[in-house]
């Protein structure tokens, strides 16, 4: 498992300055903190650790020296100006379960002979910590039109070790044939 260095927040530096220098802010919460956490990162750290994961994603800590396990909540982006503006963690306990999302990623797209309709790609679940998924791989190459693949279908979430927050007959992906239309000439 990933480990990231983050240092306890300086608050005597406004959030926008802290960007300006090249650190991000964010902030550490769960119920085995005395109380939430306020860090900053290095810039390349947090662009390292949003390009490699995904909200949901489990990672390891360590906030001056003290190392905890923790999982991705949120990130607050500024597509405009590029800038990560913040991103939020939530620690881990061991006997404690945890709301997450399960990011399905598709390969083999490219041959398939129908079109691939992508419905569901982010499964939202409970589980413990030590039984978090972070991502399903699901290779389409061969799938025929018609083929239609549903939540309850994926035999990783066939756990009784995760709580599916969704209807398992909720659709993930399709194949649909491709559709050839004729241009439509107009009479004068």
Request: proline share 4%.
């Amino acid at each position: 498992m990933e480990t990231i260095n983050v240092q306890k927040r300086d608050l005597n530096l406004k959030a926008k300055k802290m960007r300006r220098l090249g650190l991000v802010p964010g902030s550490v919460f769960g119920k085995s903190l005395p109380e939430s956490i306020s860090i900053q990162m290095e810039e390349a750290i947090a662009r390292r650790l949003i390009r490699l994961n995904h909200e949901g994603s489990k990672l390891m800590m360590n906030i001056d020296g003290q190392t905890i396990p923790v999982q991705i909540k949120e990130k607050s982006l500024n597509t405009v100006g590029n800038e990560i503006l913040d991103i939020s963690f939530q620690a881990l306990t061991a006997d404690e379960k945890v709301n997450s999302v399960i990011h399905i990623i598709t390969t083999g797209d490219e041959k398939i002979e129908g079109v691939l309709e992508k419905m569901q790609l982010e499964i939202p679940y409970t589980s413990l910590p030590e039984d978090m998924i972070d991502t399903i791989t699901i290779d389409v190459d061969g799938m025929k039109a018609g083929t239609v693949l549903t939540v309850g279908e994926i035999p990783e979430l066939n756990s009784d070790k995760i709580e599916l927050q969704i209807d398992p007959d909720s659709i993930v992906l399709r194949v649909s044939e491709k559709r050839n239309y004729e241009p439509v000439t107009v009479e004068e």
